[in-house]
């Protein structure tokens, strides 16, 4: 059975930064394309981060570029999300996504498996 949690949400102040963890488990390699999504009240769910399967393959949403930074511990099956200079209109609850094919996607419909997702509150 896939598994995937996430943790490390929690409310801070603008300018503040946090790190999201997502530990994985079930899944047959520790090293598949794994991305950040988010999703704020009333709206879609949107694209964050993706990392490969190697820590050099990344790519980012404009909104996050230069703040955050995603990074994989393939040993510890976990992905990570570090998000500096955090403002207001980063507020979400941001979910992990497992994408069992090659390559990165910055579409929803890219990944495979979900978590439930954490709570990310900035305030001004």
């Known amino acids: 059975q896939v598994q995937l949690v996430e943790s490390g949400g929690g409310l801070v102040q603008a300018g503040d930064s946090l790190r999201l963890s997502c530990a994985h488990s079930?899944?047959?390699?520790?090293?598949?394309?794994m991305g950040w999504f988010r999703q704020a009240p009333g709206q879609e769910r949107e694209f964050v981060a993706a990392?490969?399967?190697?820590?050099?393959?990344?790519v980012y949403a404009d909104s996050v570029k230069g703040r955050f930074t995603i990074s994989r511990d393939n040993a510890k099956n976990t992905v990570y999300l570090q998000m500096n200079t955090l403002k207001p209109e980063d507020t979400a609850v941001y979910y992990c996504?497992?994408?069992?094919?090659?390559?990165?996607?910055?579409?929803?419909?890219?990944?495979?498996?979900w978590g439930q997702g954490t709570q990310v509150t900035v305030s001004s």
């Open positions: 996504a497992a994408r069992l094919r090659p390559g990165i996607s910055t579409n929803r419909a890219g990944y495979d498996y």
């Open positions: 079930g899944l047959t390699s520790s090293s598949y394309p």
């Open positions: 990392i490969g399967w190697t820590a050099g393959s990344t």
